[in-house]
């Protein structure tokens, strides 16, 4: 196995107000779903990327039975990326 002498690139950093990307009126939903400490992890490092407040995130709901239904808005579609640790 080879490793680069090379220092990681650093992503660029978000702007500090990303809903002003977004058009006027518009949303985005933003659903996290795993482990509660991975969730809580997650949501703190998106507050360091200055994404987003941890205060503006809902508490940690658990889901009844497993089951989860998302109910979208007419023209809304998903993306999903799953990450493994």
Aim: net charge positive.
């Amino acid at each position: 196995m080879t490793f680069s002498n090379q220092a990681p690139q650093v992503p660029p950093s978000l702007p500090a107000d990303f809903s002003s990307s977004l058009p006027p009126g518009s949303s985005i939903r933003h659903i996290l779903l795993g482990h509660p400490s991975h969730i809580r992890q997650t949501i703190h490092l998106l507050h360091n990327l200055r994404y987003m407040e941890t205060s503006q995130w809902s508490p940690l709901i658990e889901v009844p039975n497993n089951r989860l239904i998302l109910r979208p808005e007419p023209d809304e579609v998903i993306s999903m990326l799953v990450r493994r640790l």
